[in-house]
Structure formats: C-alpha cells, structure tokens
C-alpha cells in the first residue's frame, strides 16, 4: 500500500515556476513507476508526467522541456519542476502510480497560473 500526499502549489504568474513535491508512504515506493496528474476545472484528469523506478522520465508534449520530474527512492518522495507557467497549466496535481491506482488519490495541490 502506498500513501500520497502533494505540497508546493500556489499562485504564480505566467513565465513563473513552482515545485511540487509528493511525498509517499509505503516500503514498496521504490518499485512502482509514478507519475504526476493534474486536473483542470471542466475537464478530465490527465498524466502529464511520470518516471520510472530507475529513473527514467517521459512527458506529455504540452509540458515538455518545461517541466522536470524526479524521484528519491531512499526518502520516498518525487518532485515536479515547472517552469515557464502558462495559463492552461492551472489545475489541480496529483501523485499516483502510472497507471494510477483508484485507492491512492490524494489531496492534491493547487496551482493557479494568472496575471
């Protein structure tokens, strides 16, 4: 069982960056591949990036060369750097598994991207 919880939203402005941080709970973090979510008003949740467990990272186009992702297996935690916000980067972000598992949602964070 693995248990999330997402920090580091906030508000920013466009062109701005923010780093988001999950940390997870559970022994067998370290052998699952895991990725980060996010979910703008109206629309369906989406996988915008994940990683492996050895550390291989893939994106979704919109948030290529923007954003980073990364993992610390020893601390079980993953990071998202984003940089050069847009607008359209407003949503809410989770962690989870990729695929994601329906019994590790968390709260996630809010990242509001304005002027």
């Known amino acids: 069982q693995v248990h999330v919880v997402e920090s580091g939203g906030g508000l920013v402005q466009p062109g701005g960056s923010l780093r988001l941080s999950c940390a997870a709970s559970g022994s067998i973090f370290r052998a699952y591949v895991m990725g980060w979510y996010r979910q703008a008003p109206g629309k369906q949740r989406e996988l915008v990036a994940f990683?492996?467990?050895?550390?291989?990272?893939n994106y979704v186009d919109s948030v290529k060369g923007r954003f980073t992702i990364s993992r610390d297996n020893i601390q079980n935690t993953m990071l998202l750097q984003m940089n050069s916000l847009k607008v359209e980067d407003t949503a809410v972000y989770y962690c989870n598994t990729a695929p994601a598992r329906a019994d590790i949602w968390g709260q996630g964070t809010q990242v509001t991207v304005s002027s």
């Open positions: 990683i492996t467990s050895g550390g291989v990272a």
